[in-house]
């Protein structure tokens, strides 16, 4: 079993920056890590996601304002995000899953934190 904790959301105003944090306990060495979010009336959508190595992998739509990093020591996993816009409003949500392919899709990831909520004011 994994345990995932996200910290970091609250409020922001267009064109402040957040950093996001999500503390891992339970099984370690965790290959995988991500985030989605889901903004009100939305579908979630993959933001990011790290490989143990540092690849990253991020969603088309960010235009290089998110940075996802990790710490492997620490089992936490961070996203930097700034430039932010009030589309950004939404829940974020730390990811892990097993094997060795990223996924995109909510479905590919088997374990979830509670979510953080991130609200960015225009």
């Known amino acids: 079993q994994v345990q995932l904790v996200e910290s970091g959301g609250g409020l922001v105003q267009a064109g402040g920056s957040l950093r996001l944090s999500c503390a891992a306990s339970g099984r370690t060495n965790l290959y995988i890590m991500g985030w989605f979010r889901q903004a009100p009336g939305k579908e979630r959508e993959f933001v990011a996601a790290?490989?143990?190595?540092?690849?990253?992998y991020y969603a088309d739509s960010l235009n290089g304002r998110f940075t996802i990093s990790r710490d492997n020591a620490k089992n936490t996993l961070y996203l930097q995000m700034n430039s932010l816009k009030p589309e950004d409003t939404a829940v974020y949500y730390c990811?892990?899953?097993?094997?060795?392919?990223?996924?995109?899709?909510?479905?590919?990831?088997?374990?979830w934190g509670q979510g953080t909520q991130v609200t960015v004011s225009s």
């Open positions: 790290i490989k143990r190595s540092g690849d990253t």
């Open positions: 990811v892990t899953k097993g094997g060795l392919q990223v996924g995109r899709q909510q479905e590919d990831y088997n374990y």
